[in-house]
């Protein structure tokens, strides 16, 4: 096992993983909604959820599943199941565009827009961002729970992730083997760093300017985001059909 070796892995995997974080995607997708209307916290929460699946999808690669991924049959059904998938987020997201948030520290009612006098608690101070500025009524737990579990879900019912998986991914795992278990947890390590990076400093981005946008423009962004999920879900869907025929 040599350090040097170690430390390729984790560059490469790094910059590839940037790379491909850097396309848009479904993740991408939910992450631009929730981070508009949840706040900062969307990106790193939904980054975690994605982290956790692809941690389990690293070990299962490392024990051979990917001989099973690249078979037809099992391709055909990934296309067809998550090109359903894609397309009810894509249709519920366009059937549900979310209210602009109201600026922290004032209260949504129009009756009321001044001030609120938040509480002071830990509790309050990092929900208020997380709900998108309404209502601590939900607990950090819950809101966490739901976005780490909406980032497994989109991970797993989107196509592209599994075929980079079985085809770039088991290519990368297989290299890393070479080092040991040091050298997958390098690739993995640097994998997730990437996606990390990318989905909080997208989220940084989107929370810090969501108050400034008109209505327009950020319904119009959401509106955006249901299309491009709809015409991603309908190419895997025809893709998989095609492999099943």
């Keep these: 096992m040599s350090a040097a070796a170690l430390a ?6 790094f910059g590839v993983g940037f790379t491909g974080a850097l396309m848009p995607g ?7 909604r929730e981070s508009m209307q949840r706040g900062f916290w969307a990106g790193p929460l939904l980054a975690a959820g994605h982290c956790l699946i692809e941690l389990a999808l690293v ?23 998550g090109g ?3 397309l009810w987020m894509g249709l519920y997201i366009l059937s549900r565009p979310p209210e602009q948030p109201a600026p922290l520290g004032h209260s949504p009612s129009p009756n009321n827009p001044g001030p609120v006098a938040y509480s ?11 709900t998108g500025g309404r209502s601590a009524s939900e607990s950090l737990p819950r809101v966490a729970a739901v976005l780490m579990s909406a980032a497994i879900l989109v991970s797993v019912f989107n196509p592209g992730w599994v075929a980079w998986w079985a085809s770039v991914g088991s290519a990368f795992i297989s290299q890393s083997l070479e080092q040991g278990a040091a050298g997958v947890v390098s ?19 989107l929370a810090s300017g969501r108050r400034m946008m008109s209505g327009l423009v950020y319904r119009g962004i959401i509106v955006v985001c249901g299309l491009f999920i709809l015409g991603l879900g309908a190419y895997f869907l025809a893709s998989g059909l095609v492999l099943a025929t």
């Design 120 to 130: 002071n608690s830990w509790r309050r101070r990092w929900l208020l961002p997380l």
């Design 187 to 205: 690739f993995y390590v640097g994998h997730i760093l990437s996606d990390i990076l990318w989905l909080t400093l997208l989220a940084f981005i």
């Design 26 to 32: 479904p993740l991408t997708t939910v992450a631009v």
């Design 8 to 13: 390729a892995i984790f560059v490469t995997s």
């Design 59 to 81: 070990i299962a690669l490392a024990l051979g599943l990917s001989r099973f991924l690249v078979e037809d049959p099992v391709k055909a059904g990934v296309g067809i199941a």
């Design 84 to 86: 359903l998938f894609l």
